[in-house]
């Protein structure tokens, strides 16, 4: 099971990342690889972890023709991930081979992606999308649990409408998540992870805000504290 709390290990080499993971020690159990730990060290980090117990999502945001995305689904799932993530822009024929090919991995979760954190409306029409970014959000998150993926990553701003848009039991992951006390970052729709818990997050992400963390344990622990289970929040935390 995916904790609350994932961690994303964006760290240049395999040495860096799994420091972190032994500072966090047993109170975290999930973490986030993406591209460039990926880029780096190849799967093995990915067995690493796995075999170590914790939970992994592998960050891939998979944007191919549907062959390839379901290929690289199922290699995931042989790694033993337990989420993987595809744009949901790429279309109905990949989200749906996408899920199709999860369904071989009963704890494989797919997640679609949206609209990247870091952009706003005035960003949108460069890439040819009409703002805003709420209607693009939840276009795209429609799409994306109607071709069966089990979950959304979207910004908390996004989560609030997407919690009481999308059928109950769906995964809503947050990323763009600061700490009290950060500073700024290139993350444009940020919040706090008490926001977006009282949002309707199942789970954020964070990254710098632990891995910079003159004290990673710490900012953990506040971090995993205001995404506790306070009876209100949604059933799958
Ligand atoms: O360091 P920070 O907490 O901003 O890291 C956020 C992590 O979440 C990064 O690994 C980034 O790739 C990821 N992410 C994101 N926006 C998305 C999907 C993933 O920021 N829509």
Redesign the pocket.
Do not use: F, N
């Given at each position: 099971m995916v904790a609350p709390v994932i961690v994303?290990l964006?760290f240049p080499n395999r040495a860096s990342a799994l420091a972190l993971v032994a500072q966090l020690g047993e109170a975290c159990s999930s973490y986030?690889i993406?591209m460039q730990l990926l880029t780096a060290e190849g799967p093995s980090v990915v067995r690493a972890l796995v075999s170590a117990g914790h939970s992994v999502f592998l960050?891939l945001?998979l944007h191919e023709i549907p062959n390839s995305v379901a290929s690289a689904i199922s290699a995931a799932g042989h790694l033993g991930v337990h989420m993987v993530?595809v744009h949901a822009s790429a279309g109905s024929a990949v989200l749906r081979a996408a899920s199709r090919a999860a369904s071989a991995f009963p704890d494989l979760k797919v997640l679609a992606?949206?609209?990247?954190?870091?952009l706003t409306d005035s960003d949108l029409p460069e890439i040819g999308l009409q703002p805003s970014v709420r209607a693009q959000v939840e276009r795209l998150a429609r799409l994306a649990i109607s071709c069966g993926c089990h979950g959304v990553?979207?910004?908390a701003h996004e989560a609030t409408y997407l919690a009481s848009m999308l059928p109950k039991g769906t995964l809503i992951v947050t990323?763009?998540?600061?700490l009290a006390g950060d500073g700024a970052?290139?993350?444009a729709r940020v919040a706090s992870p008490e926001m977006a818990k009282a949002a309707g997050a199942t789970h954020i992400?964070?990254?710098?805000?632990i891995?910079n963390s003159p004290d990673p344990s710490l900012a953990f622990a506040a971090a995993k504290a205001a995404m506790a289970d306070t009876g209100a929040g949604n059933p799958l935390t």
């Open positions: 994303a964006d986030k993406g960050d945001k993530s992606l949206t609209v990247i954190t870091s990553v979207a910004s990323p763009g998540i600061q970052s290139d993350q992400i964070i990254g710098r805000s891995t």
